[in-house]
């Protein structure tokens, strides 16, 4: 199975300012025939499911607030939000799709501080 | 713009059987992967499996550490698709998810539902 792990653990930043989050593939999310991450990141609020917010690495979903960013190829990813908003408190996972069975990291607490 | 519901028991004792059905609205089944995600508590995501279904063909697909207990099927005159868990154990214990693939990746989820093991 290709294992994924996100760092840090939890995060607290202040309102304003910018928040990183990592995540690391155990092996590459990149399909070579189609040049593509197979790689999501989802935002999840206390009570309910997840949301997605960016596929292919770096393709942002409809409606998502341009203030998130996403980038990263091969296995070392990152989720970026430029400027810390209090609805943006949630946790944060990401997720390969490339190979079945299809993981998840272990989820990145973002706080304010 | 496309609505998924789960329902079923919230409460399996241990080594039964683990049914919820998935009802999907504002869409067809035909064309998608259908999928069922799991979130035990405090823990990370888990993958349970997926069906596929175009036309006449289904084919599925499941999580390894799941396969020999897992059937995921489809119900099309109802437009539902529906999850067994055989044999379950306090383990299993956790919020699960329908959800529906859309670009290769799992975009639309229902709100989940609770299932605790528990005798």
């Not at chain 1, 490339?98 to 069975?101: I, L, W």
């Not at chain 2, 869409?27 to 035909?30: H, I, K």
């Not at chain 2, 379950?88 to 214990?93: G, L």
């Given at each position: 199975d290709i294992v994924v792990t996100q760092s840090p653990d939890s995060l607290t930043v202040s309102l304003g300012e910018r928040a990183t989050i990592n995540c690391r593939t155990?092996?590459?999310?990149?399909?070579d025939s189609t040049k593509q991450n197979y790689l999501a990141w989802y935002q999840q609020k206390p009570g309910q499911p997840p949301k997605l917010l960016f596929y292919w690495a770096s393709t942002r979903e409809s409606g998502?607030?341009?203030r998130f960013s996403a980038s990263g190829s091969g296995t070392d990813f990152t989720l970026t939000i430029s400027s810390l908003q209090p609805e943006d408190v949630a946790v944060y996972y990401c997720h390969q799709y490339?190979?079945?069975?299809y993981t998840f990291g272990q989820g990145t607490k973002l706080e304010i501080k | 713009q496309v609505h998924l519901q789960e329902s079923g028991p919230g409460l399996v004792k241990p080594s039964e059987t683990l049914s919820l059905s998935c009802s999907v609205s504002g869409?067809?089944?035909?064309g998608y992967y259908w999928s069922w995600i799991r979130q035990p508590p405090g823990k990370r995501l888990e993958y349970i499996g997926f069906i596929y279904y175009s036309g006449s063909t289904n084919y599925t697909n499941y999580n390894p550490s799941l396969n020999s207990r897992v059937t995921i099927s489809l119900d099309t005159p109802k437009n539902q698709f529906s999850l067994k868990l055989k044999s379950?154990?306090?383990?299993?214990?956790a919020v699960y998810y329908c959800v529906r693939w859309r670009d290769d990746v799992l975009a639309n989820w229902g709100q989940g539902i609770l299932v605790t093991v528990s005798s």
């Open positions: 155990s092996q590459s999310a990149l399909y998502v607030p341009d490339r190979r079945a069975p | 869409g067809s089944l035909n379950v154990t306090t383990a299993d214990t």
